[in-house]
């Protein structure tokens, strides 16, 4: 993983809950790669999720799942949003 040079060395804050404390649960998380973080400030995630490919989040996002079912976070852009 490499910081784009348009962060200017600022990464995103990104809060994941205790679901995703090992890599293999991670990889549940993003299973066809990672969704674009390059205009995201913040990403807070809890409960099960599943994103998809061409996922991007921009500003502050926060995805809540209180059930134990993976919500799945289809294409597309997200900004400032809470889902």
Not at 10 to 24: A, E, Q, T
Not at 59 to 81: C, F
């Amino acid at each position: 993983v490499t910081l784009a040079p348009e962060r200017k060395g600022v990464p995103p804050i990104i809060k994941l809950d205790g679901s995703y404390k090992f890599c293999d649960q991670l990889a549940t998380l993003i299973p066809d790669g990672a969704p674009s973080l390059l205009r995201c400030t913040k990403l807070t995630v809890e409960g099960p999720f599943v994103i998809e490919s061409g996922v991007v989040f921009q500003g502050e996002v926060k995805l809540i799942n209180p059930s134990d079912q993976p919500r799945t976070v289809p294409a597309g852009v997200y900004k400032d949003a809470t889902l």
